[in-house]
T-cell receptor, first 111, second 109 residues
Framework: DAMVIQNPRYQVTQFGKPVTLSCSQT?????MYWYQQKSSQAPKLLFH???????NEADTPDNFQSRRPNTSFCFLDIRSPGLGDAAMYLCATSSSPRPQHFGDGTRLSIL | GQQLNQSPQSMFIQEGEDVSMNCTSSSIFNTWLWYKQDPGEGPVLLIA?????ELTSNGRLTAQFGITRKDSFLKISASIPSDVGIYFCAGLGAQKLVFGQGTRLTINP
């Protein structure tokens, strides 16, 4: 059974049109992460929540924001997607300091 | 930013062969992880290493954590077609993962 669930699996949006990706977990982990992964590269951390505390990576563009309304859910908002934001977006969770478990990702395409 | 050095970047082997890949770091990590990623899916945790010098097996997979906590290797024995994919090493520090560049494994039947 899937424990880190990302919806949708594929998302197409228009250049500049806001888009939201969602992640839910059944593991009750206290930490949730969002990564961006481009072809043939390792995942790149955008930000993470340690419980309710938001931690942004220094090089994450302002265009990317996140919300965690409760333990189980976390959202990635891209305010004005550009062509360079086309990528796979991965959500992961952990019960710190244990290893992270990843969802299957959302592949975002920009028209 | 900080990154692990993973080698080789790609491997082409025959089905049934053993294969090894390595990761090194200039920094010490308390936990070292190996993930496998299939096309269009998220990384799946294969093995976690917690103690320096630890040798751990998971089926046909064997991984070791270096004594200095700055390196690790992963070995796959008797490869099968479903072993195809990208393998990432990752060091876990301060709630964050530092990834290697990945090793893409291709298997010829």
């Amino acid at each position: 059974d899937a424990m880190v669930i990302q919806n949708p699996r594929y998302q197409v949006t228009q250049f500049g049109k806001p888009v939201t990706l969602s992640c839910s977990q059944t593991l009750n982990h206290n930490v949730m992460y969002w990564y961006q992964q481009k072809s043939s590269q390792a995942p790149k951390l955008l930000f993470h929540y340690y419980d309710k505390d938001f931690n942004n990576e220094a090089d994450t563009p302002d265009n990317f924001q996140s919300r965690r309304p409760n333990t189980s859910f976390c959202f990635l908002d891209i305010r004005s997607p550009g062509l360079g934001d086309a990528a796979m977006y991965l959500c992961a969770t952990s019960s710190s300091p244990r290893p992270q478990h990843f969802g299957d990702g959302t592949r975002l395409s920009i028209l | 930013g900080q990154q692990l050095n993973q080698s080789p970047q790609s491997m082409f082997i025959q089905e049934g062969e053993d294969v090894s890949m390595n990761c090194t770091s200039s920094s010490i990590f308390n936990t070292w992880l190996w993930y496998k990623q299939d096309p269009g899916e998220g990384p799946v945790l294969l093995i976690a290493l917690y103690k320096a010098g630890e040798l751990t097996s998971n089926g046909r997979l064997t991984a070791q954590f270096g004594i200095t906590r700055k390196d690790s290797f992963l070995k796959i024995s008797a490869s099968i077609p479903s072993d195809v994919g990208i393998y990432f090493c990752a060091g876990l520090g301060a709630q964050k993962l530092v990834f290697g560049q990945g090793t893409r494994l291709t298997i010829n039947p």
